[in-house]
């Protein structure tokens, strides 16, 4: 039964554009999230987190939103950048120490 | 600084043999945390360590796997009589203090064949 849940394995964009990645959830204790970027051969690299007493949080390109009610977050990428290309896995904590990941989801970014 | 270091980065092993799989986390940083992550998966919950000792291991996957942290620095992941289903990368990560961002060393890909 997974808890975290990226339904999109992949995902193209072109340069420039908005990419926008999406991650249910269905554990209401998690209270913490977080989006990592993993190149390959390479450990998931932290990107942005976010509470759950907060709806949106920003940095530089990327934005993650969070909608509680509907047990829902994104990471929006704008402008989006070839470099960006990666997979990227959303996680979450409930508390605890340990985090329970998605998927992940593998974005091309083409030029 | 020097993030969370892993070694070896690859190892190739046969069935039933023994492996041990190094971490040294980043420099004062409490907490390290096991994942293993197979192909077409996120990484799963192995076990964590708050200091020396085990706080939570209740993903590892049976008996056979074991892990330590002696003085609370660098911890060594243990598997015993390996099978083909252990093939996968095995994540270390660190963070500061329980609950903290964990940043994650480049992994240990283990091939059991």
């Known amino acids: 039964d997974q808890q975290v849940k990226q339904n999109s394995p992949s995902l193209s964009v072109q340069e420039g554009r908005i990419s926008i990645l999406n991650c249910d959830y269905t554990n209401s204790m998690f209270d913490y999230f977080l989006w990592y970027k993993k190149y390959p051969a390479e450990g998931p690299t932290f990107l942005i987190s976010i509470s759950s007493i907060k709806d949106k949080n920003e940095d530089g390109r990327f934005t993650v939103f969070l909608n509680k009610s509907a047990k829902h977050l994104s990471l929006h990428i704008v402008p989006s950048q070839p470099g960006d290309s990666a997979v990227y896995f959303c996680?979450?904590?409930?508390?605890?120490?340990?985090?329970?990941f998605g998927k992940g989801t593998m974005l091309l970014v083409s030029p | 600084g020097a993030g969370v270091s892993q070694t070896p980065s690859n190892k190739v092993t046969e069935k039933g043999k023994y492996v041990e799989l190094r971490c040294d986390p980043i420099s004062g940083h409490t907490a390290l945390y096991w994942y293993r992550q197979s192909l077409g998966q996120g990484p799963e919950f192995l076990i964590y360590?708050?200091?020396?000792?085990?706080?939570?291991d209740s993903g590892l996957p049976n008996d056979r796997f074991f892990a330590v942290r002696p003085e609370g620095s660098v911890s060594t992941l243990k598997i015993q009589r390996t099978e083909r289903g252990d093939s996968a990368v095995y994540l270390c990560?660190?963070?500061?203090?329980?609950?903290?961002?964990?940043?994650f060393g480049p992994g240990t890909r283990l091939t059991v064949l």
């Open positions: 996680a979450a904590y409930s508390g605890y120490s340990t985090l329970t």
């Open positions: 990560a660190s963070s500061s203090q329980d609950g903290d961002t964990q940043y």
């Open positions: 360590f708050q200091g020396t000792g085990a706080a939570d």
